[in-house]
């Protein structure tokens, strides 16, 4: 008992002493000299701020308002709290000069230049009211143009071959806290949280151009122990994802809630070619999605094993101007021809609703595995009903099923569609579908971009239903069961549930 009191008073003293210590000096970034006219490089006078500082102990070090305080490169220190002020712009330099080159590169996203970046530091703290604005349109070119060479709305804004990203690196630190700030215009990622342990990001905001180049909001990376609460997100990329990379460890007990997300990609998101360590432990809950592509996206593609996760409490719409939206995706595919088959099992997704026009997909190719998924009181509401059928030919997408694998599945007519599973349960679907003729003004996007294809559609949108839909389309389903009394198909001579090669359980 001793022993135990003598090791919880030396936690409680460590914990008062790097409280003590981070409260002892506060300083303003002024008395170093720096100015806050937008013009005038800071980078130095931060830098030696926080230096200062942290071979003191630690404290804080303010950027105040009013001003906005241009920067390059700013290496952040252990037991360093960074306080933007409200009415504060900490403003990223648009020259990639002023950029350190501090991490190996890893892909056109994940670059050596950021503005923010700490290293192996622990007890750090970015907090404030204010901003920091990544000077994003400065790592940008003009937007791609359509195929008469003319530049129109939607398509993707186009990156410079280098670009500050990821705007803010925490690599290989402990004990992090991230919170109230607002992120603008990253050059690309905006908040990379990599191979690091015990992490809160809480009440930030990060706004971005709806279009702009591979603007993830947060990207967890090789990180245990993660709490991300009540943000805001805005983005075009993905907006939380959670990725392992050959350089990063596994992805372990990470947590999202009550956040609302709005992304032309992937709401909430779990790997793709970011898959090659474990994730466990995993829950999403209590979230908005607005106009994804994907409101959830769960995929292994190198040889991972994802296990016990659960999503709870989602409202999401589909909303955006592309083709093959889904409201939840879930596949293991391979990468490349000689990628190790992955693992997806123990997933639990209930109280999820979503507005679409498109379908849930689960897949696995032959030789990885998807197994134990229950999808419990799932709402769907359609204004329109797309036809996946006529453009599954040519589709490129990455995160798309292979035709090759799933020559079937891909253009399956059916709000949910599944291949290749091990128990599956889907129970109390209810679906609405389309109570207009036409499609609904805010769904008829006069052009849908093709993801990871420069193929662009023009739709007739005279017609709410292209086509119609089973409830329930599966080949190869190893056990499980469907129950599903308030759902119907979306019309009375197409079957409710067309059903091949499998041992699912159908309860009436």
Not at 232 to 259: E, M, W
Not at 279 to 305: H, P
Not at 375 to 398: C, F, H, K, W
Request: hydrophobic share 35%; charged share 20%; net charge positive.
């Amino acid at each position: 008992m001793r022993k135990e009191m003598r090791k919880m008073l030396w936690v409680i003293g460590i914990s008062m002493t790097s409280f003590t210590v981070t409260a002892q000096q506060a300083v303003s970034i002024l008395s170093f000299g720096a100015k806050g006219d937008g013009k005038t490089l800071a980078t130095k006078s931060i830098q030696k701020a926080i230096d200062q500082v942290a071979a003191k102990g630690g404290g804080k070090v303010i950027i105040p308002a009013p001003g906005v305080f241009m920067s390059g490169t700013i290496h952040l220190r252990s037991n360093i709290n960074l306080e933007v002020e409200a009415g504060a712009t900490l403003l990223g330099s648009p020259n990639i000069k002023d950029y350190d080159s501090v991490t190996w590169g890893h892909n056109i996203d994940r670059q050596p230049y950021h503005l923010l970046f700490a290293d192996s530091a622990s007890n750090l703290m970015i907090s404030g009211k204010g901003t920091i604005d990544g000077n994003g349109q400065a790592f940008w070119k003009e937007w791609e143009k359509d195929d008469k060479g003319q530049m129109v709305i939607p398509r993707w804004l186009l990156a410079k071959p280098r670009k500050v990203s990821p705007l803010i690196e925490i690599y290989r630190c402990f004990n992090v806290s991230i919170q109230d700030i607002t992120i603008r215009t990253g050059g690309g990622w905006n908040l990379h949280l990599y191979n690091s342990d015990v992490v809160k990001v809480r009440g930030i905001n990060i706004d971005n151009n709806i279009y702009s180049p591979n603007s993830d909001g947060i990207d967890i990376t090789g990180c245990n122990d993660v709490i991300v609460s009540d943000c805001y997100i805005k983005t075009c990329d993905d907006a939380i994802c959670l990725k392992t990379t050959k350089d990063s460890r596994s992805c372990n007990r990470i947590t999202v809630n009550n956040c609302i997300l709005e992304t032309l990609c992937v709401g909430l998101k779990m790997g793709c070619n970011e898959s090659n360590k474990d994730m466990t432990d995993i829950t999403f809950s209590n979230c908005i999605i607005n106009k994804s592509s994907r409101a959830i996206g769960i995929y292994v593609k190198d040889g991972a094993v994802y296990d016990r996760i659960t999503i709870s409490n989602i409202v999401s719409n589909t909303n955006a101007p592309l083709i093959f939206n889904r409201p939840i995706q879930i596949m293991v595919n391979g990468l490349q021809p000689d990628s190790k088959p992955g693992i997806i099992r123990n997933v639990l997704i209930s109280n999820f609703v979503c507005e679409t026009e498109g379908r849930i997909l689960l897949t696995s190719y032959e030789g990885g595995l998807i197994e134990n998924i229950q999808l419990q009181n799932i709402t769907l509401r359609y204004p329109m009903i797309e036809d996946p059928l006529p453009m599954v030919a040519g589709s490129g997408s990455a995160q798309f099923p292979k035709i090759k694998e799933h020559p079937e599945a891909v253009g399956a007519r059916a709000a949910i569609v599944a291949e290749n599973i091990r128990n599956l349960v889907i129970e109390n679907l209810n679906i609405q579908w389309p109570q207009t003729d036409t499609t609904p003004l805010l769904w008829a996007h006069p052009e849908r971009i093709e993801n990871g294809s420069a193929r662009i559609h023009r739709m007739n949108y005279d017609k709410a239903r292209q086509t119609e839909f089973s409830v329930f389309w599966g080949n190869k389903i190893q056990g499980g069961y469907l129950s599903n009394r308030l759902a119907s198909s979306s019309s009375q001579g197409i079957s409710k549930y067309e059903i091949r090669n499998s041992s699912i359980e159908v309860i009436k």
